[in-house]
């Protein structure tokens, strides 16, 4: 498994629009990481869990991804629940939570203006989509958060977007070595107006689960 120095630049600039923005938050709030975010996990994951981008006051603050807002959440108790992690919350990045054959990353790496990112910025970002995806083991499982992260999967593996289309528990066999399953983002907005439910969630990590054949942990 390659190294985040390997296929990640902390100090990346190429987004004029993101590097401007992060720099005036640096500014507001110098205790923020304000920077690319990397990814967080083990380094030889069964599952490479892909979202949108940091949040204001989540990972572009901690420097963690989904640590510290609301999205994080239900995230890292489902993550725990199901065995892939030593505890249920991430509050910090030296707080001492281990991911355990998981990993988590973004699609694009550096917090976007309204938390929208444009598409040149998705597509410049790509690049370190593609080697951390290159760098997964032959039968690991990419979960995708959402439909900005699902596209971004597809197009770093030069797919073709129709013949995989995102909906909610779908699982895409990718190619030979890569399946993809897909979730609704663990958003604020998704799960308070019970787009994404709890139960909806665990539903995607059954899966999961029963594609690795792995005994699930604590799942009632």
Do not use: W
Request: proline content about 5%; some cysteine.
């Amino acid at each position: 498994m390659k190294q985040d120095t390997d296929y990640f630049d902390v100090n990346c600039r190429r987004c004029q629009r993101l590097s401007v923005f992060l720099d005036d938050i640096g500014q507001q709030y110098p205790d923020y990481h304000a920077r690319p975010v990397a990814a967080f996990g083990d380094e030889s994951p069964d599952v490479l869990i892909v979202g949108l981008a940091p949040g204001m006051h989540g990972a572009n603050a901690t420097g963690r991804p989904f640590t510290g807002d609301h999205a994080g959440i239900l995230l890292y108790e489902t993550l725990f629940k199901f065995g892939f992690s030593n505890g249920p919350v991430s509050l910090s990045f030296d707080d001492g939570l281990t991911l355990k054959k998981c990993r988590i990353t973004n699609a694009v790496k550096c917090l976007p203006p309204q938390n929208k990112p444009t598409g040149d910025e998705i597509n410049t970002c790509n690049a370190f989509l593609k080697n951390e995806l290159q760098a997964l083991r032959d039968g690991a499982i990419v979960l995708a958060l959402g439909g900005v992260a699902h596209n971004s999967v597809i197009k770093a593996l030069g797919l073709k977007q129709k013949q995989f289309p995102f909906g909610h528990n779908q699982v895409h066999q990718l190619n030979s070595q890569l399946t993809l399953n897909d979730s609704y983002h663990c958003s604020r907005y998704n799960t308070q107006t019970k787009r994404l439910t709890t139960k909806m969630f665990h539903a995607v990590f059954h899966s999961i689960n029963r594609h690795l054949k792995r005994k699930p942990r604590r799942v009632e």
